[in-house]
């Protein structure tokens, strides 16, 4: 397969999933052209787990899941870039479902709808998106995108809640949503902090129109 017939590539950030990352990889194979695993700084055997699996892996300091999201964009050779987290909790046979729309030229951006959002912070986040945009889950981890898209987003903050939406509708972007279910996994969920901050990147983003 040529760089030219790469039309779906998967983007997993990783930190320390040594021990998942290998069914993620092979998982999301059969869905997509190409496999791209970031391995953000991670201290146990990540990048080596990928890239038995098949995946493309690229190692990076520690810098963080933004760090890591945009190092994907910017190697991925696909025309519809789909993230997946690295922790199991997304499946992969969703990518046909979320880069689908876009590859009928119906949408730019398809987010990921999960049934339950867990966290409150997350929530709140996606309420005052909604004062600008019909959508749900800002937060999600499993979306897809069109990569000329991707690339020119900043991203502001420490994750992707809420600016992505709001940065691709200011482009002038079709954004999508379509429900997905998530897998169990044993990996502890700690409090966001990161949201706090977050949500003042929303707020200023919401003001600037």
């Not at 021990?19 to 190409?34: K, N, S």
């Not at 949408?107 to 019909?134: F, H, N, T, Y």
């Not at 020119?152 to 482009?171: D, K, M, N």
Request: with cysteine.
């Amino acid at each position: 397969m040529t760089v030219s017939d790469i039309e779906v590539s998967a983007v997993i950030p990783a930190y320390n999933e040594a021990g998942r990352i290998e069914d993620i990889v092979r998982g999301a194979a059969p869905y997509a052209d190409e496999v791209l695993v970031i391995d953000d700084g991670s201290t146990d055997d990540t990048a080596r787990a990928a890239e038995t699996a098949g995946a493309r892996v690229f190692r990076q300091g520690r810098g963080g899941y933004i760090a890591a999201v945009k190092r994907g964009f910017r190697e991925a050779a696909g025309r519809v870039v789909v993230t997946l987290d690295g922790d199991g909790e997304h499946r992969p046979d969703d990518i046909p479902r979320l880069a689908g729309p876009i590859l009928r030229d119906e949408a730019d951006l398809v987010l990921g709808r999960r049934r339950k959002i867990a966290r409150l912070s997350e929530r709140l986040i996606s309420r005052l998106c909604r004062l600008r945009l019909p959508v749900h889950d800002t937060g999600t981890g499993l979306r897809a995108m069109r990569r000329d898209l991707a690339l020119r987003l900043t991203l502001p903050g420490r994750c992707i809640c809420g600016t992505s939406v709001l940065e691709a509708r200011a482009l002038g972007a079709r954004i999508a949503e379509v429900p997905i279910c998530l897998n169990r996994t044993d990996k502890p969920r700690r409090i966001a902090w990161g949201h706090v901050p977050q949500v003042f990147h929303v707020i200023k983003m919401l003001l600037q129109g």
